[in-house]
């Protein structure tokens, strides 16, 4: 590991370029709104003046920073390419945008991830925040639901209901902000494609109805019947597996939004089916 270089110096030599360079820092308040040279801090203060972690990951900070106390304050420290600052280990530390903000407390520049000037970011992008959004949303299996039920047997030539549980059936959602752009994501369940075992497939709109007493065979379009026993499968079991595909549409505090790639939640159970014998008596 390198020597790290002593912060005294790299504050020196930051100041000596800014005056070379006639460039004037004006405070930004806590929200970020302060401006210097007709720009903003922007979206790298976020509303509890803190830096974002994308402008503090740069500086070597792995986590953001707590909330500030109130005498301590944001600036935007410089609008230059020129500046470049050091980390503890001695690797340079750049500002793809120009733009540098320093933490001022009681009036004295404090560090941020061991250095004093925190590199801005772009503004994140709302397409990429809303698929992160998409990566988090968190959607249990479904879960089977049958009649007969599925825990007990199953009879080949009569039909089986098939459903999702209600209480599952329903839309889920996540939010995710990064750079100060937020997008949140609504996941939607929309078809529930069933692969019965047996080598056949059942495709319904919608979770399926639950059978109650009373419902006529004709309350459900979402059914199977079996032909076969599942006796001489390994096990005597037949695997009944369900998907379900999920419409994904997002939204996000830039005002932009729409579509995105679609998602599938699977789940599989084992369903043991037999056979009534018919007696005939006379």
Not at 139 to 148: G, K, L, M, R, Y
């Amino acid at each position: 590991m390198r020597a790290g270089r002593p912060v005294v110096v790299v504050m020196l030599v930051m100041f000596v370029v800014l005056v070379l360079l006639g460039l004037g820092a004006a405070p930004a308040s806590a929200d970020g709104r302060g401006t210097a040279g007709g720009s903003t801090s922007g979206a790298y203060i976020d509303e509890s003046g803190n830096p974002t972690v994308e402008a503090a990951e740069l500086a070597g900070s792995p986590d953001r920073p707590s909330a500030p106390t109130s005498n301590c304050t944001w600036e935007v420290l410089a609008h230059t390419h020129r500046l470049v600052v050091y980390d503890d280990d001695g690797a340079p530390i750049t500002s793809p945008t120009g733009k540098w903000l320093q933490k001022l407390c009681n009036g004295s520049p404090v560090s941020v991830g061991g250095v004093f000037a925190v590199p801005a970011r772009p503004p994140a992008d709302a397409v990429d925040v809303a698929r992160r959004a998409r990566r988090s949303v968190a959607i249990p299996d479904p879960v089977i639901a049958t009649s007969p039920p599925a825990d007990g047997k199953l009879f080949a030539r009569i039909p089986t209901w098939l459903w999702v549980d209600e209480t599952w059936w329903k839309p889920y959602s996540a939010t995710a902000s990064v750079g100060g752009v937020s997008a949140t994501v609504v996941a939607t369940p929309v078809r529930a494609t069933w692969s019965t075992g047996d080598g056949e497939r059942v495709v319904c709109d919608g979770p399926g109805v639950a059978w109650r007493r009373g419902l006529p065979e004709s309350a459900s379009r979402c059914t199977h019947e079996y032909t076969r026993s599942s006796a001489a499968r390994p096990g005597g079991t037949f695997d009944l597996a369900v998907s379900v595909g999920f419409e994904v549409t997002w939204s996000s505090s830039t005002g932009a939004g729409g579509r995105l790639l679609p998602l599938t939640r699977t789940a599989t159970r084992p369903v043991q089916v037999g056979e009534i014998q018919a007696v005939i008596t006379r």
